[in-house]
């Protein structure tokens, strides 16, 4: 995910669709948390991860650095600027 604008639809597509069921009350209350939760803690991780490890920012050994809670201050230069 070298390119910015991929990676920028990457991570506003999914958010916006769990946005837009939670306001035409497609789902529960519920299953809009559950998703919002799976969405910042797991998708973003992953996506976050990707990004930076395609960019030679960081390798597969230090996927935990993205894990620690904060941790993808460090990198906000190279996930959404470069």
């Known amino acids: 995910m070298k390119n910015l604008v991929i990676y920028y639809i990457a991570i506003i597509i999914p958010f916006a669709v769990i ?10 209350s519920l299953w809009f948390v559950f998703s919002l939760l799976i969405y910042v803690f797991v998708y973003r991780t992953l ?25 993808r201050i460090k990198y906000f230069k190279e996930l959404y600027l470069l």
């Open 19 to 28: 946005i837009y069921a939670g306001r035409v009350h497609a789902v529960n």
């Open 47 to 71: 996506t976050d991860y990707f990004r930076l490890r395609s960019k030679n920012v960081i390798d597969r050994k230090h996927f935990w650095k993205i894990l620690v809670p904060g941790a």
